[in-house]
C-alpha cells in the first residue's frame, strides 16, 4: 500500500523570504502522480502544483517550486517571496493506478510571520 | 469553476443517530469522494464512487456506508453515530480518466457527536 509521509507538522516563515516543505512515499509503481495541495484557514481546499512521475523537468507554477526525486522517493515544495497569504495548511498527495484515488500526508502547517 | 456544495458546514448530533452527510457536485465529474480529516492524520479516505450506484471502500469505511443514485450527489452516512466519528467530513469530486485532474474539494462539514 501506498504511504505519504510529511515529517514537518508545524512551520513558520518570515514574510519575503524562502521555505521548503518535506514529503516522502513509498510505493511500488513506477507510474504515478504527486500534488500539493493547500488549506487555508477559511477550509476549502486547493491545488497548489502537480508532478507527473514520468516527468524529470520539476514542475513550477509562479513562486511554488517541487524538487522531485524519483530513486528517493521525495517530493518537497518550495515557496519564494512567501506572502502572508500562504498561510495554511499544506497536504502532500499521491495518486497511483487505482480509480483514481489519492492518498494523503498527516500535513504540514505553515505560518507566515509579518 | 468546479463547485462541490456540502449541505452542511456544521452538525450537532447524538450518540446512536443516524447522519446523513450530503455532497453536490456540478460539473458532471465521475468520481467522488468522502474523506475525514483529523489533526495529526491528514485527510483519510472512507469511500469513494467512480459511476452512479458503484462504490469502493476507502481505508476506514468500518461505521460508514454510502449513496449514489445520481451522477451529481454522493451521500456518506453514518447508521449509528459515535463519539469517535466527530471530525471535519470532505467531500471531493474529479474527473476520471484524467490522470493528472486534481481533486475538487467542497468546505467540509465539521461534525460533532455528543
Known amino acids: 500500500a501506498q504511504t505519504v509521509t510529511q515529517s514537518q507538522p508545524e512551520m513558520s516563515v518570515q514574510e519575503a523570504e524562502t521555505v521548503t516543505l518535506s514529503c516522502t512515499y513509498d510505493?511500488?509503481?513506477?507510474?504515478?502522480?504527486l500534488f500539493w495541495y493547500k488549506q487555508p484557514p477559511s477550509r476549502q481546499m486547493i491545488l497548489v502544483i502537480r508532478?507527473?512521475?514520468?516527468?524529470?523537468q520539476n514542475a513550477t507554477e509562479n513562486r511554488f517550486s517541487v524538487n522531485f526525486q524519483k530513486a528517493a522517493k521525495s517530493f518537497s515544495l518550495k515557496i519564494s517571496d512567501s506572502q502572508l497569504g500562504d498561510t495554511a495548511m499544506y497536504f502532500c498527495?499521491?495518486?497511483?493506478?487505482?480509480?483514481?484515488?489519492?492518498?494523503f500526508g498527516p500535513g504540514t502547517s505553515l505560518s507566515v510571520i509579518p | 469553476d468546479v463547485k462541490v456544495t456540502q449541505s452542511s458546514r456544521y452538525l450537532v448530533k447524538r450518540t446512536g443517530e443516524k447522519v446523513f452527510l450530503e455532497c453536490v457536485q456540478d460539473?458532471?465529474?465521475?468520481?467522488m469522494f468522502w474523506y475525514r480529516q483529523d489533526p495529526g492524520l491528514g485527510l483519510r479516505l472512507i469511500y469513494f464512487?467512480?459511476?452512479?450506484?458503484?462504490?469502493e471502500k476507502g481505508d476506514i469505511p468500518e461505521g460508514y456506508s454510502v449513496s449514489r443514485e445520481k451522477k451529481e450527489r454522493f451521500s456518506l452516512i453514518l447508521e449509528s453515530a459515535s463519539t469517535n466519528q466527530t471530525s471535519m467530513y470532505l467531500c471531493?469530486?474529479?474527473?476520471?480518466?484524467?490522470?493528472?485532474?486534481?481533486?475538487?474539494f467542497g468546505n467540509g462539514t465539521r461534525l460533532t457527536v455528543t
Open positions: 508532478q507527473e512521475a514520468y516527468k524529470q
Open positions: 471531493a469530486s474529479s474527473l476520471q480518466g484524467a490522470r493528472n485532474s486534481p481533486l475538487h
Open positions: 510505493t511500488s509503481e513506477n507510474n504515478y502522480y
Open positions: 498527495a499521491f495518486m497511483g493506478t487505482s480509480y483514481d484515488k489519492v492518498i
Open positions: 464512487s467512480y459511476d452512479v450506484k458503484m462504490k
Open positions: 460539473m458532471d465529474h465521475e468520481n
